[in-house]
C-alpha cells in the first residue's frame, strides 16, 4: 500500500520562534487527533530544521524536510545547503524541482535530475514537484509538459530508486493564488503519471509510488481531492503555517 502524506511547504516565511510553535502544535494534534497511518511532513526554512527534527523524534508521524538542496556533495558554493547537510541534523525528506524554483531560479529538468540523485545518495527522500503553466493547460499541451518532467527529471533513475521518491502534481496556476484543480482536473493528471511510471517501470512501481496533489489546497477541498484513486494526499503551502487548518487537512483521509 502506497502512503499517504500531507507534506506542508513553508515556503520562506516563519521566523525561528514562531516556526518551533507552529511546528509543537502540530506534533500535538497529530498526536491527540490523527488515527491514521498517515505522514505529515513540515519543510521548513533551513534555520528551523535541527530544532525540528529534534521535536519530531517523539512522534513518528510527523517527518521534516528541506525545500532545496544543491546538487555537490560539498565545496565552494557559499550560501548553498547540500543533501548531506540535511541528512545530518535529522531531516528526512526534500523538496526538488518546486516550481517557485524553476521559476525564479532557472532551475531546470537536468539540474533538478542532480538534485534528485544527490538526494537519494545521502538517503533522504525527494519529494520531486512536476506542473504545467495557465498557458500550457490552456494550450492543452500539459501532458506532454508533465511527460518531459518526468522524463528529463526522474524517469533516469534505477527502480531501486525510483521508488524511493515521492511525487508532487502542482499546477503552477493553482500554487498560491486560491485557484484549485478541480478533483477531476487532478485525477486525471494523476492517472496519466502513475500510467507513465507503469511503462517506464512497471505497474507495481506504479501502484507503490505516492503522488500528492498540490496548488491551494486547504481543509474544504482537501477530502474530495484526497478521495480520488490517484491521489495520496497533498503539498500544502499557505495552509501548512496555520497549525489548525494543516492537521485538519491531514484529517481529511478519514
Ligand atoms: P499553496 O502552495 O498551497 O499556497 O497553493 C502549494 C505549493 O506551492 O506547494
Not at 52 to 61: D, F, G, I, T, V
Not at 146 to 160: P, R
Request: glycine residues 10%.
Amino acid at each position: 500500500m502506497r502512503k499517504k502524506i500531507v507534506a506542508g511547504n513553508w515556503k520562506m516565511n516563519m521566523d525561528y520562534p514562531s516556526g518551533l510553535s507552529v511546528f509543537s502544535e502540530i506534533i500535538n494534534m497529530v498526536k491527540d487527533e490523527v488515527t491514521g497511518s498517515q505522514q505529515a511532513i513540515v519543510c521548513s526554512p533551513y534555520i528551523h530544521l535541527s530544532s525540528l527534527a529534534q521535536l519530531a523524534k517523539s512522534n513518528s508521524q510527523v517527518s521534516v524536510g528541506a525545500q532545496n538542496c544543491h546538487q555537490a556533495e560539498s565545496g565552494a558554493y557559499t550560501g548553498e545547503i547540500s543533501a548531506s547537510q540535511i541528512k545530518s541534523v535529522g531531516a528526512e525528506y526534500v523538496i526538488i524541482g518546486h516550481s517557485e524554483r524553476r521559476q525564479y531560479f532557472g532551475e531546470s529538468d537536468a539540474l533538478l535530475s542532480e538534485k534528485t540523485v544527490i538526494t537519494l545518495k545521502n538517503g533522504l527522500t525527494p519529494i520531486f514537484c512536476i506542473g504545467e503553466t495557465l498557458e500550457q493547460r490552456e494550450g492543452n499541451t500539459y501532458f506532454d509538459v508533465i511527460k518531459e518532467q518526468l522524463t528529463g527529471g526522474v524517469f533516469n533513475l534505477s527502480a531501486d530508486d525510483f521508488a524511493k521518491i515521492v511525487l508532487a502534481y502542482e499546477p503552477v496556476w493553482a500554487i498560491g493564488t486560491g485557484l484549485t484543480a478541480s478533483p477531476e482536473q487532478a485525477q486525471e493528471i494523476h492517472a496519466f503519471i502513475r500510467k507513465e511510471i507503469a511503462v517506464k517501470y512497471g505497474q507495481e512501481t506504479a501502484d507503490e509510488t505516492s503522488i500528492l496533489y498540490g496548488g491551494s489546497c486547504n481543509p474544504k477541498n482537501a477530502a474530495e481531492l484526497f478521495s480520488q484513486t490517484d491521489i495520496d494526499g497533498g503539498l500544502i503551502g499557505g495552509a501548512s503555517l496555520k497549525s489548525r487548518d494543516f492537521v485538519d487537512i491531514i484529517k481529511a483521509f478519514n
